[in-house]
C-alpha cells in the first residue's frame, strides 16, 4: 500500500520552498510566544494551558495540517500533472495512502515536536501538560491530515476552504461556540489530553470513547472517499 517513489514526490510538493517556509513560521512563532511567556511570567500551569491550548492545537496544528494535507495532492490535480502519476502502474488507493502518510508525518513533525519543546519551555511539563498537548497534536494530526487530503481531490478551493475551516470552525467555533465543539478534531483530541493532564487543567466536551470512535472514523472515511474520487478521476484519452 506504501509506494516509495510517490513518497518521495509528495515530499517534495509538500516541502517546496514556498511551503517550506510557512510550515517553519509557525513553530518558530509558537517557540518565541513559549519563551517571551516564561521569562516574563514565569512557570504557570494555566497559562501553559491556555497557550498550548488557544495557540499550538486550536490554530497551529489545523494551519499545518491545510499545507500538508493539501500540498499533498491538491497543486497535482491543479496543474493537470497528477495524469502522469496516474499513468503509473500503481493503484489509485495505495496513491492516497502514501500521500495520506506523508501529510500525517510532515503535520506531526511540524506540530507535535515544537509543542512538545514549547511545553518544556512553559512549565517543564509539569501536570503532563506538554505531554498531553503533544498527544493530542499527534492524533489530531491524522485526522487533519486525512481531511485537508481529501479536500485536495474534491475542490480547486482546497486551500481556501482549509483555511476558513481551521481558522473560523476550530480555532473559533471549536472553542467558543458549544454545540460546535462536538464536531471538532481540536475537542476529540483533546479528550485524550484531558486523561493525560493533571484533574481540572484541560477540558473537552465530548467523552474519551466517543472522541476515539470519531476520529477513526472521520479518519477512515475521509481515506476511503479520497481513494474513491481519485479513482474515478479520468485520464486523457481514458473511456
Known sequence: ???????????????????????????????????????????????????????????????????????????????????YLLAKPVSRPTIIFTKLIVAIAVTMAFSAIPTLVAGFVLNGNGQQIAVAYTVAALVASIAYSAVFLLLGTVSRNAVVIGLIYALVWEALFGTLVEGARMLSIQQWSLSLAERIAGEGLIGSDVGLPLAIVLLVGVTALATWYAGQKLRVLKLAGEE
Open 1 to 83: 500500500m506504501y509506494n516509495p517513489t510517490v513518497a518521495r514526490l509528495t515530499y517534495r510538493a509538500v516541502l517546496g520552498r514556498r511551503r517550506a517556509a510557512i510550515l517553519f513560521v509557525l513553530p518558530a512563532l509558537l517557540l518565541a510566544i513559549s519563551i517571551a511567556v516564561r521569562a516574563f511570567n514565569g512557570v504557570d500551569d494555566q497559562v501553559t494551558n491556555s497557550v498550548l491550548g488557544g495557540f499550538a492545537l486550536a490554530t497551529m496544528v489545523p494551519l499545518i495540517g491545510v499545507i500538508a494535507g493539501t500540498g499533498a495532492i491538491g497543486p497535482e490535480i491543479d496543474d493537470g500533472s497528477i495524469v
